[in-house]
C-alpha cells in the first residue's frame, strides 16, 4: 500500500526540523574546516557544485523534469544574484563572530519583511505588528551591541544579507504561483554556481584531495537540507511551517557550543528571545490576518548557500 506522505503533518515537521538542522550543520562545517583557508566565493562555488548531487537525485527519483520548464528565468537570475551576495556576507561572517551572534541578527528578517511588506506590496501593517518591529529590532541591537568593540564590519554586513533574505521572501510571494520550490532551489544553485565560479576564478585556491571530501560532504548536506525544507514547507500549511525556523536558531546554539566550545552570554540570550518572541508575534498576526507568513526558505540555502538561510 502506497503511504501518502504529503497528508501526514509529523512528516512534514520531521522534514522541517531535520532540514534547518542539517543547514546549521553545513555552516558549523564551513565555519570550522573552510572559512579560513577558501576565499568565500569559492566555497560557495564547490558547495553549490555538489549541491547539485542529491538536488537532481531528487529529480530523478521524482521523476518530473517538466517542473524545470521555466518562463520567468530574469526572476531566477535576480533571486541568484541576490543569494550569492547574501551567501557572501554570511560566510564572511564567520571568520569574526560565533553561530550564536549571527543567527539572532539574521532572524531580524520576519522584522524587516514587514516594514518591506507595508512599503513595496502595500499590506496594511498595524500597530501591534509595528510594535513588534521595533521591540525586535531593540532584541538586535541588544545582540550586537553598536558602539562598542564587540560591533565589527561583518556583524554589519549581516543586516545587509537579513534584507536580502526578505527581498527574496517578497519575490517568492510574488512568484510562488508560478513557479514550484524545486525549480527555485535548482535554479538558485545553477546561478551560484555560475556567476561564484566566474568571480572565484582569479583567486582560485587549490584544493587537496580532504578539502575536497569536506566540500562534497558539504554540497550534499546543503542540498539535501534544501530539499527537507522545501518538502516541509509543501506538507505543512504556511502558520505550522513558518515557527519551525526558529529550530535553526536552537541547534547553533546548540552546534556552536559541539563544534567551538562557544556560549551566548546574557546580552545574545536576551536579544535572541526578544527577537524570537517578536518574530513569532508577527508570524501569529499574519496568520490571523490571513497574510502568508515568513518563511526562511527554501530559498535561504538555502539560498544562503546554494543558499533556498
Known amino acids: 500500500m502506497k503511504y501518502n506522505f504529503e497528508n501526514n503533518n509529523f512528516f512534514g515537521f520531521a522534514l522541517g526540523f531535520s532540514g ?18 577558501y576565499p568565500v566565493l569559492e566555497i560557495n562555488f564547490f558547495i553549490c557544485l555538489f549541491a547539485f548531487i542529491p538536488i537532481l537525485a531528487a529529480l530523478a527519483i521524482v521523476g518530473n523534469w ?39 541578527i539574521l532572524f531580524s528578517t520576519p522584522l524587516i519583511l514587514t516594514i518591506l ?49 526578505a527581498v527574496n521572501v517578497l ?24 556567476i561564484s565560479g ?25 542540498g539535501t537540507g534544501s530539499l527537507c525544507i522545501t518538502g516541509a514547507a509543501k506538507i505543512l500549511e504556511s502558520s505550522e511551517f513558518a515557527p519551525i525556523q526558529y529550530v535553526q536558531l536552537v541547534a547553533g546554539f546548540i552546534m556552536g557550543y559541539l563544534f567551538f566550545r562557544d556560549l551566548p552570554d546574557v546580552f545574545e540570550i536576551i536579544g535572541s528571545l526578544v527577537i524570537v518572541f517578536s518574530g513569532l508575534f508577527i508570524i501569529y498576526r499574519e496568520n490571523k490576518l490571513n497574510i502568508r507568513p515568513f518563511v526562511s526558505n527554501t530559498s535561504r540555502i538555502r539560498d544562503m548557500f546554494l543558499r533556498g538561510h
Open 198 to 222: 566566474i568571480f572565484s576564478f582569479q583567486n582560485f585556491v587549490s584544493v587537496p584531495l580532504a578539502d575536497v571530501i569536506i566540500f562534497i560532504t558539504c554540497g550534499i548536506i546543503g
Open 117 to 165: 511588506s507595508h512599503f513595496i506590496l502595500k499590506e496594511k501593517v498595524g500597530i501591534r505588528r509595528w510594535s513588534a518591529v521595533l521591540i525586535g529590532f531593540a532584541g538586535v541591537l541588544i545582540v550586537s551591541r553598536p558602539g562598542t568593540i564587540h560591533f565589527t564590519l561583518p556583524l554589519f554586513g549581516l543586516f545587509f544579507a537579513a534584507i536580502i533574505l
Open 66 to 104: 517538466n517542473t524545470l520548464i521555466n518562463n520567468k528565468i530574469h526572476i531566477q537570475l535576480l533571486r541568484g544574484l541576490l543569494a550569492i551576495i547574501c551567501a557572501a556576507l554570511i560566510i564572511n561572517s564567520f571568520k569574526r563572530h560565533a553561530l550564536i551572534e549571527i543567527y539572532p
Open 171 to 194: 519575490i517568492i510571494r510574488r512568484f510562488a504561483n508560478t513557479q514550484s520550490s524545486i525549480a527555485f532551489t535548482f535554479y538558485g544553485t545553477v546561478v551560484g554556481f555560475v
Open 20 to 37: 534547518y538542522t542539517i543547514c546549521v550543520l553545513l555552516d558549523s562545517i564551513v565555519k570550522l574546516n573552510l572559512v579560513n583557508k
